[in-house]
């Protein structure tokens, strides 16, 4: 099934017809994650879990709540185990794993990974920009000024029928999609 988007009803929109300026309100960061997921119900064969907000706490208390409000949310909605493209949501475990291995640095924190765990999706705290994390370059090219841009235009996408689910492989971009930079 294919879904047209049309581009108002994506972007939030204020009384005068104006596109919104600035970031996404939790309410509407809130709407885009359970997009994502109701897309991934839809177009796989995933079975996704709900999280708690529970299993967040830890690597919020030890990162001194330095973690996206959005972010605390997917994990809560589905244990953050949706496909970034091609790369697996890690759950709130997972991340902790990570981030008291202190692979990433401080101040990098991956949200998602290849099946090799070599290239990450990762969190940059102190900027709030969503970056690449590879194993022998460490942190590569901008895929959002932050968490929430990065889900808003990811959703989007999936939405505008650019991307298809593949089972192992993730979210792959569809021939002749024109789905932008993403990588």
């Known amino acids: 099934m294919v879904v047209t988007v049309a581009e108002d009803t994506l972007r939030a929109i204020d009384e005068q017809g104006n596109r919104r300026v600035g970031g996404m309100t939790d309410a509407e960061a809130q709407q885009c994650v359970r997009d994502i997921i109701a897309w991934f ?14 299993s967040m706490q830890p690597l919020i208390k030890s990162l001194d709540g330095e973690v996206p ?44 990974s290849d099946e090799d765990e070599e290239w990450f999706i990762v969190l940059e705290t102190e900027t709030g920009e969503v970056k690449e994390w590879e194993e022998d370059d460490g ?4 895929l959002g000024g932050s968490y929430n841009d990065y889900l808003e235009e990811y959703r989007n996408s999936l939405l505008a029928g650019k991307f298809e689910y593949v089972e192992d492989c993730g979210c792959m971009e569809k021939a002749g999609a024109g789905g932008g930079n993403r990588k």
């Open 41 to 54: 119900k839809r177009s796989s064969d995933l079975e996704i879990s709900e999280g708690s907000e529970e």
């Open 69 to 112: 409000e959005t972010l605390s949310y997917m994990v809560s909605q589905c244990n953050n185990e949706i496909w970034y493209g091609d790369k697996k949501g890690l759950t709130a475990e997972k991340i902790m794993d990570f981030v008291s291995d202190g692979k990433f640095g401080e101040g990098n924190l991956p949200i998602a």
């Open 139 to 142: 942190l590569g090219d901008s």
